[in-house]
């Protein structure tokens, strides 16, 4: 029996295992969701709705469990509270919404006629949740999917083992009805082959893009939906009139909470010339501040990498941009308890181009590259040269211009004066090699649910 373990970033101890399914029990469990999903579709929508919500809260209670086992799991410290902010703060948004969103678009009630578009639910969906924010990326799906009358299997990294379990614990505790939303131990095999078959009639994946072209050819000639949310090399852009202390404060969190391993932090920063040096002088103050260490300890403000080999790459790209000319700020000795394994200090690089990979490739860390520009376009090129697309960051008092540079790059979320932000009334989505699909909003629930049209003629003279 092949055994899946979570290796805590902690100390590199097995935290928890459990035993990967077969591919015949998984696809046995994933037909008892099935046969549910019709009786779970027929309930009322606002009763579907509340369920969810009592789940929800249901995991709120489980915070004193839940904080740490995060920080054990993947290294966030527990002086952070985990995700609840977010994961209520989207919960609460799309129970808003679901009605509005899942009414019917009336074309004609009369005498002679019904006609009208209604939004049915997929069926089964199918959630590969990632290790970062385990719980708010999750939530993202499973709360619409779930309140539009579809049942939801979930699959968690193993870096977050326990999650799906735990999430699903919440949930039936809450009265969710068995089968209604199940958790699976799987192994990369099992899932593809699961997928293959016709399991499931819509994916969720988040996470690499070689993970996403692995889920796409599994699900070729499925004809299932998909929505994929894979890398990111985020920008921000500092212009001449912005609020430099907001500026500066904003995107190195975006780039270093988390220890950096954020779908939508901050991987690069392009500042006008006028702002540059200030900019680079206090970020490299700010970022300094970083008390690196272990997560259960509460005075920690940056905990370990959630994998020493994540640590790794970040590592190989620091030390080859630095090869070819970029210079790291940030001094080593404030942070006598970076290892060279998971517990990896904060970086502010400059002199760096866009031949380093480190400028290109995803980094996923708490690194962050400087570069100066002398105006927009400069800005826009750079920003746009970059296989992928999620969020841009501006900075600027001036709206106008922001929307005007805005409809010009090439991303998913155009935020001014704001980064590494997730508004559930807003599609989350991401172009290029960042994925295709949308989350969370009203466009969420459609991409959920099918139209199914209704043509009822009453009279027949």
């Known amino acids: 029996m092949t055994m899946i373990q979570c290796i805590?970033?902690?100390?590199?101890?097995?935290?928890?295992?459990r035993p990967a399914m077969s591919l015949e029990a998984a696809t046995e469990a994933v037909a008892r969701t099935r046969k549910a999903q019709k009786a779970w579709a027929r309930r009322p929508l606002e009763e579907r709705v509340q369920l969810v919500l009592k789940g929800v809260a249901r995991l709120n209670e489980m915070a004193d469990e839940v904080v740490p086992e995060l920080a054990h799991m993947m290294g966030r410290p527990v002086r952070y509270g985990?995700?609840?902010?977010?994961?209520?703060?989207?919960?609460?948004?799309?129970?808003s919404i679901a009605a509005d969103s899942l009414k019917p678009l009336v074309i004609e009630e009369s005498a002679s006629f019904e006609r009208r578009i209604e939004r049915e639910p997929h069926g089964v969906v199918f959630v590969i949740a990632p290790w970062n924010y385990p719980y708010m990326t999750a939530i993202n799906t499973i709360a619409p999917a779930l309140m539009a009358?579809?049942?939801?299997?979930?699959?968690?990294?193993?870096?977050?083992?326990?999650?799906?379990?735990?999430?699903?614990?919440?949930f039936v505790e809450a009265g969710v009805p068995d089968d209604v939303f199940i958790n699976l131990f799987l192994d990369h095999q099992t899932t593809s082959a699961l997928i293959a078959a016709g399991n499931f009639n819509f994916i969720n994946f988040t996470g690499s893009v070689e993970g996403g072209r692995s889920i796409e050819r599994a699900a070729a000639g499925t004809f299932a939906g998909l929505g994929l949310e894979?890398?990111?090399?985020?920008p921000g852009y500092v212009m001449e009139d912005a609020d430099l202390d907001a500026a500066v404060d904003t995107l190195m969190d975006g780039a270093t909470y988390n220890s950096g391993q954020c779908c939508c932090g901050i991987e690069r920063i392009y500042v006008h010339e006028s702002l540059y040096d200030a900019f680079i002088e206090k970020s490299v103050a700010w970022v300094s501040n970083y008390k690196l260490g272990n997560p259960l300890d509460k005075e920690t403000t940056l905990g370990p990498m959630a994998n020493k080999r994540f640590a790794k790459v970040v590592r190989e790209q620091i030390a080859d941009a630095v090869s070819k000319g970029a210079k790291a700020l940030v001094d080593p000795k404030l942070f006598p308890q970076d290892d060279g394994g998971a517990y990896l200090m904060p970086q502010v690089l400059v002199n760096v181009d866009h031949s380093m990979a480190f400028m290109k490739d995803e980094t996923f860390g708490p690194a962050v590259g400087v570069m100066k520009v002398k105006n927009d376009d400069e800005a826009l090129g750079l920003m746009n040269?970059?296989?992928?697309?999620?969020?841009?960051?501006?900075?600027?008092?001036d709206p106008e211009r922001a929307a005007r540079i805005g409809r010009d790059i090439e991303t998913g979320t155009v935020f001014m004066n704001r980064a590494d932000y997730l508004d559930p009334a807003l599609c989350w989505t991401g172009v290029k090699e960042t994925?295709?699909?949308?989350?969370?909003?009203?466009?969420?629930?459609?991409n959920l649910t099918r139209p199914k049209s209704y043509h009822l003629k009453k009279v027949t003279k």
Do not use: C
């Open 8 to 17: 805590s970033p902690i100390d590199g101890s097995v935290y928890a295992e």
């Open 82 to 95: 985990g995700e609840y902010k977010g994961f209520n703060e989207r919960s609460n948004y799309v129970a």
């Open 149 to 170: 009358g579809n049942t939801v299997v979930i699959k968690h990294a193993t870096q977050t083992l326990l999650v799906g379990e735990r999430m699903v614990r919440a």
């Open 230 to 234: 894979l890398g990111g090399k985020d």
């Open 385 to 397: 040269d970059s296989p992928y697309g999620l969020t841009a960051s501006l900075w600027t008092q």
């Open 435 to 446: 994925g295709k699909g949308g989350s969370l909003s009203v466009l969420g629930f459609q």
